[in-house]
């Protein structure tokens, strides 16, 4: 993907701290966005970024202001949202101040316990999502060590408190996950949305995550709209600023993921599998979301289509039953290699290359791997260049970072097959 300053400043939240509303509110960047709040009483803060940000942000907080934390809300558990607290925490210790309150959703506190049943799991697929960037086992994810929360939503209930001159309203809502808290402070009317808004396309079907809530996720936008917001501290991206500006974007999000929601539970009434309602769905995307805070730079469209059909369907989705409880794909892989051996596979792959069918030519291509005990060494090693070369060519074209992620880690993975393979013929 060609990674703009634009979208490289977003996605790493590469911004200088900024001041804002009387000069109380601050947003502070690393990665995803940390808001503060500056009161007569002392500092309210939602979200405090990932561990190996905790640092930084505790640096940029302190060249704002020396007061105390009274607040530490967490929008949702996900790991740049809730574990940079080590700093602040180390000052509270050594200045002998009290410890703040910790305001979460209940669900926040069950994520946890989830992340840490399976740490190795969430570092593998975290090396997955950001590793060709960010480097690998950097242990983003761990929650053996938490910042336990103080007061737990549960439930739908919302919660309000006062510190010094300013109210804190909190809300719970379903969106990129189940355990979302937003805030609103009415005094200034500025808005924390966590990442029901991440200046780009809703990461609502991350290939790789759970189940996440597109129709809530859409809600939740009008509900936050209602309130009027002057200004919007989202969880990545620049501070949104002027009511039109806040309503537009909050609009033009909620639409986009009624939108896809609508249209395929539609497909789904009528009787349609995934592939057919994956393949009209890219038919149709509208050209009104083509808009700057929906460009599809980390999660995607494609991504949102599994989403919705993922929330109301169950595993079984092609509707064949040879897929109902199918061979290894290497079994099946031999038997088309009995039909036609791999050298015409290769051939005819290198052809759709030609042709510009990347796709197709992926999928004949796999014939060869998939039976790669059966195939001819030099033919295996072609097959797999050919295989990086389309990759690299797919991910060039590629504009979200995930899935710009998902292929340079296959082009990774194959240099280093090619790597053991002409060992083994070397030695043999
Ligand atoms: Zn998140």
């Known amino acids: 993907m060609k990674l703009t300053e634009k979208y490289r400043k977003m996605l790493f939240g590469l911004y200088p701290p900024r001041s804002f509303a009387n000069g109380n509110f601050h947003k502070i960047s690393a990665f995803s966005n940390v808001g503060v709040v500056e009161t007569n009483n002392g500092l309210v803060l939602f979200d405090i970024s990932s561990r190996i940000n905790g640092s930084k942000i505790f640096n940029s907080l302190r060249e704002i202001t020396n007061k105390p934390i009274k607040y530490i809300i ?43 049943m399976l740490d190795k799991y969430n570092n593998w697929v975290h090396d997955q999502q950001f590793g060709s960037v960010l480097g ?24 309000s408190f006062k510190l010094g001159e300013y109210s804190f309203e909190l809300y719970h809502d379903r969106g990129e996950t189940d355990d979302h808290i937003w805030m609103f402070v009415p005094e200034e009317k500025v808005l924390f949305t966590g990442d029901f808004i991440i200046s780009c396309f809703p990461n609502v079907g991350n290939p790789y995550k759970v189940q996440r809530y597109p129709k809530d996720w859409a809600y939740a936008l009008d509900k936050m709209r209602e309130k009027e917001p002057e200004y919007l501290i989202p969880g990545q991206g620049p501070l949104i600023e002027g009511k039109k500006k806040i309503e537009e974007v909050l609009i033009i999000t909620a639409e986009v993921m009624h939108f896809v929601h609508d249209e395929v539970v539609k497909r789904l009434n009528e009787g349609k599998w995934f592939e057919q309602i994956y ?56 038997e088309f290699l009995k039909i036609s051996d791999e050298k015409e596979y290769y051939i005819r792959a290198k052809d759709l290359y030609d042709e510009n069918k990347l796709q197709l030519a992926l999928h004949v291509l796999d014939v060869i791997f998939n039976a790669s005990d059966m195939v001819n060494t030099e033919i295996l090693l072609s ?46």
Request: aromatic share 14%.
């Open 74 to 116: 967490f929008s949702h558990g996900h790991y740049d949202h809730c574990f940079g607290y080590d700093p602040l925490i180390e000052e509270i210790k050594e200045k002998g101040w009290e410890m703040p309150q910790v305001i979460a959703h209940e669900n926040t506190v069950s994520r946890f316990e989830k992340y840490r």
């Open 136 to 159: 690998k086992n950097k242990q983003y994810n761990s929650a053996r060590e938490i910042l336990n929360p103080t007061i737990v939503l549960r439930g739908n209930e919302s919660y």
């Open 279 to 334: 393949h009209e769905m890219l038919e149709i995307y509208p050209e009104k979301f083509n808009h700057e805070y929906l460009e599809q730079v980390y999660g995607c469209y494609r991504f949102a289509i599994h989403a919705v059909y993922r929330l109301y369907h169950g595993w079984y989705d092609t509707g064949n039953p040879t897929d109902l409880f199918p061979a290894r794909k290497n079994e099946i892989a031999n």
């Open 383 to 428: 097959a797999y260049e050919l295989k990086i070369k389309i990759l690299q060519q797919k991910e060039e074209k590629e504009s979200s970072f995930i899935a710009s992620n998902i292929f340079l880690n296959e082009v990774n993975k194959l240099k280093s097959k090619i790597v053991e393979l002409q060992k083994r013929t070397s030695s043999d």
